[in-house]
């Protein structure tokens, strides 16, 4: 009891500290010199030293002279440089004002030169009327002002090193740290049962966010747009982990979120946010997005990239804890990204963003896999078929999409392989499958038959890769399937056409090597390389066995497709 006592005073008096930090570190320097001076007038007498008294007698206005100047010279030149500095550097470094007034290093070096220029008027003032004070000067003029002046060119370089970037980034990140432990201190639990604290601090933790998003926003460099970034992902991937520990009612909407700009057009989604314990996240995801669309429009495309990096980071730490919900919001965020992506990339012919986004898409979706979270991945691998078809559509009109439609089937693939080696059920294995395969049917493009053709030939080299990996790993009945798929949707080529090209993307797997020779934003590999092509000649011999069956089942139908291929249709002519 008393120990929770104890802790409710320290934290109350650390509040009210923090509130009135300037005026209270003004008050503790004052009183420090009070102490001092004090200390020379008891245990130090003028009439026990007699250098000294013989000294203030022959030069007793000399010793004092020099005093008041160089105090005042001394506080002029310090101020001086801090509003140059910080007011130079609060142009590219927004809130560096707000942090300065609250850094303890420097509120008390300044009150230290201010006390000292007061007491030393004080001094002059009185020395006249009462020479008990003249072991106070020694004080004054020959201990504190001599300590001021080492101090100054350490406190200039302490202050133009503070400006610095990257160190003001490290200092909004370490108080939102220390932020974020005490929400979890054992005080806290009862003190976040105050509305009117729980504000306060839900103001705080958005007020770090917020300085971080200024800061990239008016940073131009990019190695620190890269740091902010990162500390931001890393803030919120320490919040996820302590979310569990906090007091449930710090998750109650308050004002300061519904005003937070963030929050402005979502107020339609604060009882799902509260009732899911997600406005923190909410608030870092929805920067993150906004900082994805802007990196982009300035063709940052690497640090767009970083945006979801740090994007898939913090699912994968939602997917450590379980949280049901934040997995929901990023999945939501990634298919977002994709959005902005497609925007981008068509307004300014650019692929390389979404080629980007895709692959930590599909790793936050590997990440899943290895956890077991069966609805959220098929969830997920079904938007991924959704926005396949999508850019297919687009590159028909936009070339460079063509190759994304390869770059997303491959990580779909890549999936299915994960799912397959941690032995997911085969029902749900079945079903990812029949998604993976409806992407080579892609309806209403029919008039453009080469083009088609093509567009098989590439989609459905991923299909048999996908088919050599599970003869590899004895799951026939996947690769039959892919088989009928195969055979279904090249009907209207003829048995003939059909087998040349089969064998035409086998030949193709076989001499495939694993790395490209250009290099890419995520390397050299080779899409179109399998490590099971040493099972080619058994997928064959399957093909070929259901191919002549299908012929032998039905041996006019596929023959009467592939002439009907061959003569012009009404839309052909009109073409």
Known sequence: MKSDRYLHFSIGLDSFFRKYQSGLTFLFVLFCVFLADLFFSTFIPAN???????????????????????????LGLVLGTLIIVISIASQSTPKLIDLYISD?????YVWYIT?????????????????????????NTYVMLPIALLLAIPYVLYILRYTKTSNVIEKIFADNMIRLERLIHPANQSLLESSK?????????????????????????KEPKGDVINKMGETIRSYIKIKDQVNPTFFKISPSIRNDVSFKTMTGQFDDIEKERTFYEQKGYRLFGNAYLKLLDKDFFDLASLCASELASCGKTAIEQKDDPLINATIIRFNTFLRFGIKHGLRNGEARNLYNAIFHYSDFIKAMVHQRFLQHTKKSFFYLKIYVSEIYRHSLKEPSFAFLVDVFTWEMKKILVEVSKHELPISLQEELLDIFLQIDNLAGFEQDLDHKRRFNQ???????????????VDKKSLVEAIIEDILEDHQFIGAEALGQDIIAICKRLESSSP????????????????????????FITMFNKHLNHALAYNPSKLQNKAKDSDQPTEQDDET
Do not use: C
Not at 527 to 532: I, V
């Open 48 to 74: 026990k030293i007699p250098v000294l008294e013989t000294f203030l007698k022959s030069q007793s206005r000399l010793i004092i002279d020099f005093a008041p100047e160089i105090w005042l010279t001394l």
């Open 104 to 108: 303890q290093t420097s509120l008390l």
């Open 115 to 139: 006390s000292g220029s007061v007491h030393n008027l004080f001094l002059q003032i009185e020395l006249v009327n009462n020479q008990a004070y003249k072991v106070n000067i020694l004080l």
């Open 197 to 221: 604290t729980v504000a306060s601090y839900q103001h705080r933790l958005f007020e770090s966010l917020n300085q971080l998003d200024d800061l990239l926003e008016y940073v131009s460099f």
């Open 458 to 472: 590439n989609i459905r080299l991923f299909h048999i890769a996908m088919a050599l990996y599970y003869l590899r």
């Open 515 to 538: 790395t490209f020779w250009e290099d890419t934003d995520r390397g050299n590999a080779n899409l179109y390389f399998s490590e099971d092509k040493e099972f080619l000649p058994e």
